[in-house]
């Protein structure tokens, strides 16, 4: 069973960066998705940006142009570099990994991992941006 663990979540002021990086355990597969999703207090949970095994990449909309996401293979790590941070960019950001994924990379992070598919999520680490 893969692991995912988050790091690089914190507080910055409006107009900051934060890179997070999600590093998977095990061994890597040939066909994935792995990404990010946020959730606000209230709100519903939110597709950020995911890539897959191809280099494929999609963002949602509110994200798209300040967040960039990319993958190192030899780390099996994901990062997310956010940038122009904006107070309604706080939220717990998860890291989610599927494989083989299910979808194209545009609708996985549309709509979230698939419900029949093999998924993991990290514990999420949260990010809060200041006015």
């Known amino acids: 069973q893969v692991q995912l663990v988050e790091s690089g979540g914190g507080s910055v002021q409006a107009g900051g960066s934060l890179r997070l990086s999600c590093t998977a355990s095990?061994?890597?597969?040939?066909?994935?998705?792995v990404g990010w999703f946020r959730q606000a207090p209230g709100k519903a949970r939110e597709g950020v940006a995911g890539i897959n095994s191809d280099g494929y990449t999609s963002y949602g909309s509110s994200v798209k142009g300040r967040f960039t996401i990319s993958k190192d293979n030899a780390r099996n790590t994901v990062y997310l570099q956010m940038n122009s941070l904006v107070p309604e960019d706080t939220a717990m950001y998860y890291c989610?990994?599927?494989?083989?994924?299910?979808?194209?990379?545009?609708?996985?992070?549309?709509?979230?991992?698939?419900?029949?598919?093999?998924?993991?999520w990290g514990k999420g680490t949260q990010v809060t941006i200041s006015s």
């Open positions: 095990g061994t890597a597969k040939n066909n994935y998705c």
């Open positions: 989610a990994a599927e494989s083989p994924c299910l979808n194209s990379i545009s609708t996985w992070v549309f709509l979230g991992p698939h419900e029949y598919g093999t998924h993991t």
